[in-house]
């Protein structure tokens, strides 16, 4: 939806009178600042509830560079984050702001940065079940210093307590600290349950976000990608509301919307792997996305239903 830059003049009047935020009529502010002063207004509750006690609106990532990561992925950083944290989401976010590795469009940890069309959040969720990343049965025991040793992704640091013995066996001197994972009292009623009955085995859903936009700053203001609808395949569109101006001083500036073909596909794994080897044909608002992208939103579309 394109709102005129007089209504937008009338709201940030409005919000600059009504919230803690200042200097929002004369000044250039951040997206996070912009979506603080609304989310006070509106009394919206905060979307993370984290393990450390407190509730955000968005989510920063925290991490040091890793020089082997040639292309990374929203995916990898924000689990490499969380981990680096010793953090825990407390339920499953209706929706999930999250702010790349770089300070506006002064500092950029990467040059490039994957945003993945779906994030998955299953091993950072507290008091949720998990699967053994061997056998695939319910995870007892989470090894932090695994991670990367037997695979990428969180997922690979979760064991049974068969397969953390038999897959590297604990020694007095290991640097190892293997810890219990907490199994809801729900899902072991469940277990008991199925083993009651003769099932065996039980698969456990992972558990996804959809990306739905990316806010993006190269130099002077910032520009953004959506989705115009949802599912995985749903098209893309960018807008600039600065695209082109009329006039010096006194003028104005002329909004563009512009369809994004293909943008899907280069956010999958066939387009992940084009961009790393250099794919010639990535088009331009491709690698904007990729060299500029500096907040990205996702949601849960079923949660989204009902908060």
Not at 46 to 51: D, G, H, N, V
Not at 276 to 304: H, K, T, V, W
């Amino acid at each position: 939806m394109y709102v005129r830059a007089d209504r937008v003049m009338k709201l940030r009047n409005f919000l600059d009178q009504l919230t803690s935020v200042s200097g929002l009529m004369g000044e250039e502010k951040d997206p996070e600042e912009f979506l603080n002063s609304l989310n006070q207004v509106f009394k919206a509750e905060p979307f993370l509830k984290l393990s450390s006690g407190q509730d955000a609106y968005s989510y920063q990532v925290f991490m040091d560079r890793d020089d082997k990561i040639v292309l990374p992925t929203v995916q990898q950083l924000f689990e490499e984050s969380f981990l680096t944290s010793d953090l825990r989401l407390k339920e499953i976010p209706s929706c999930f702001i999250i702010q790349m590795p770089r300070f506006g469009k002064d500092y950029k940890m990467y040059k490039r940065i994957v945003p993945s069309l779906v994030l998955d959040i299953t091993d950072v969720l507290e008091n949720s079940p998990r699967s053994c990343s061997i056998c695939g049965l319910v995870a007892e025991i989470e090894c932090k210093e695994c991670f990367r040793k037997f695979g990428e992704g969180l997922e690979n640091i979760s064991f049974c307590r068969k397969c953390v013995l038999k897959s590297h066996g604990y020694s007095k001197g290991s640097y190892h600290k293997p810890k219990e994972i907490a199994i809801p009292c729900e899902f072991q009623k469940l277990l008991h349950d199925q083993a009651a009955h003769g099932c065996q085995g039980y698969k456990i859903p992972r558990v996804h976000l959809e990306l739905f936009a990316v806010i993006c700053i190269a130099t002077s203001h910032y520009v953004a990608f959506v989705k115009t609808v949802g599912g995985l395949q749903g098209p893309w569109v960018f807008f600039d509301s600065m695209a082109d101006r009329r006039g010096e001083e006194h003028g104005y500036n002329i909004p563009e919307v512009k369809p994004c073909p293909d943008l899907a596909m280069w956010l999958s794994k066939e387009g992940y792997n084009r961009i790393l080897n250099d794919d010639p044909f990535l088009p331009d608002y491709a690698q904007r996305l990729l060299s500029d992208g500096y907040i990205c939103m996702y949601q849960s579309p079923e949660l989204m239903l009902y908060r």
